[in-house]
């Protein structure tokens, strides 16, 4: 079983900024790692994605030009750097790691295999 521990969310201003770590209990040179997030009643929606080799990446067009995903293979951790921050942006943030099958493009939930507990971040206007 492939443990996520997500931290680095917390309550900001509009306009702020965080850093959101995932560290895994296993490499990650061969997963897609993505970060989603999921607002109260709203369904769960992938925000970035970085796939294996670290070449290719997917962003929301939400977040495009905003938030920006990195690895550390070495470290086994996923980042997710998250800039300008909008009331919108409130919500629960996964990490999720796909291992047994690649992501698709754009990325699905259930493309991923391993999910993180999440960690939150709020935005106030």
């Known amino acids: 079983q492939v443990q996520l521990v997500e931290s680095g969310g917390g309550s900001v201003q509009a306009g702020g900024s965080l850093r959101l770590s995932c560290t895994a209990s296993?490499?990650?040179?061969?997963?897609?790692m993505g970060w989603f997030r999921q607002a109260p009643g709203k369904e769960r929606e992938a925000v970035a994605v970085?796939?294996?080799?670290?070449?290719?990446?997917y962003y929301a067009d939400s977040v495009k030009g905003r938030f920006t995903i990195s690895a550390d293979n070495a470290e086994k951790t996923v980042y997710l750097r998250v800039d300008s921050l909008k009331p919108e942006d409130s919500a629960m943030y996964f990490c999720?790691?796909?291992?047994?099958?690649?992501?698709?493009?754009?990325?699905?939930?259930?493309?991923?295999?391993?999910w993180g507990q999440g960690t939150q971040v709020t935005v106030s206007p």
């Open positions: 970085i796939y294996t080799g670290g070449h290719t990446t």
């Open positions: 999720a790691a796909a291992l047994t099958r690649r992501a698709g493009y754009p990325p699905m939930p259930a493309d991923f295999d391993n």
């Open positions: 296993v490499s990650l040179y061969s997963a897609d």
